[in-house]
T-cell receptor
């Protein structure tokens, strides 16, 4: 299958600091990556769509200056939470769609998620 | 905008039984994809099954099958011979056909499925 990794799996930071989360496609090239947010016992909400080499597209209500997304290569997208506050504490999940033959190109494969706690 | 509704917050069945999870969606588009994802306690999202809207034939993957009713905008998941490892949150998800690859997913609120020994 298509494997997606995230790093770190869990991060604790102080209010006002910035945190970077990495999302990597390990065995395929991903022209498109997605970032989701999941609050406890809730569903996933799409935050933004990231295309390699271009600016991310943010969903309505998502602050693009707070959640900086960079998709610098076909295997790496990063989400930086700037000036984090306790309300930014959440579970952040990335996904990627594969361009590899034999894997559904219309299907998203998810990373294991990153738990962010802001004190 | 598309919406996905899962009306069963929680379901519980005995091991080896068959269980059906419901999902309805709303869209004015005709080309789209539907998915069921499983999220166990590890929180890793796992693809269970996918369905292209243009295909009338219901998708099947081993013990998992769907009942796709396009006119009714219904997409239910049937799990046969349920196993303890099937215990998880199950999310129904929708995405439009974008012509070149995947598009963002809209998820339902999820159904917590518990398989009892």
């Amino acid at each position: 299958g298509a494997v997606v990794s995230q790093h770190p799996s869990w991060v604790i930071c102080k209010s006002g600091t910035s945190v970077k989360i990495e999302c990597r496609s390990l065995d395929f090239q991903a022209t498109t990556m997605f970032w989701y947010r999941q609050f406890p016992k809730q569903s996933l909400m799409l935050m933004a769509t990231s295309n390699e080499g271009s600016k991310a597209t943010y969903e309505q209500g998502v602050e693009k200056d707070k959640f900086l997304i960079n998709h610098a290569s076909l295997t790496l997208s990063t989400l930086t939470v700037t000036s984090a506050h306790p309300e930014d504490s959440s579970f952040y999940i990335c996904s990627a769609s594969s361009t590899r033959e034999g894997v559904y190109t219309d299907t998203q494969y998810f990373g294991p998620g990153t738990r962010l706690t802001v004190l | 905008a598309q919406t996905v509704t899962q009306s069963q917050p929680e379901m519980s069945v005995q091991e080896a039984e068959t269980v059906t999870l419901s999902c309805t969606y709303d869209t004015s588009e005709s080309n789209y994809y539907l998915f069921w994802y499983k999220q166990p306690p590890s929180r890793q999202m796992i693809l269970v099954i996918r369905q292209e809207a243009y295909k009338q034939q219901n998708a099947t993957e081993n013990r998992f099958s769907v009942n796709f009713q396009k006119a009714a905008k219904s997409f239910s998941l049937k799990i046969s011979d349920s196993q303890l490892g099937d215990t998880a949150m199950y999310f129904c998800a929708f995405t439009l056909y974008s012509g070149g690859g995947a598009d963002g997913l809209t998820f339902g609120k999820g159904t917590h499925l518990i398989i009892q020994p």
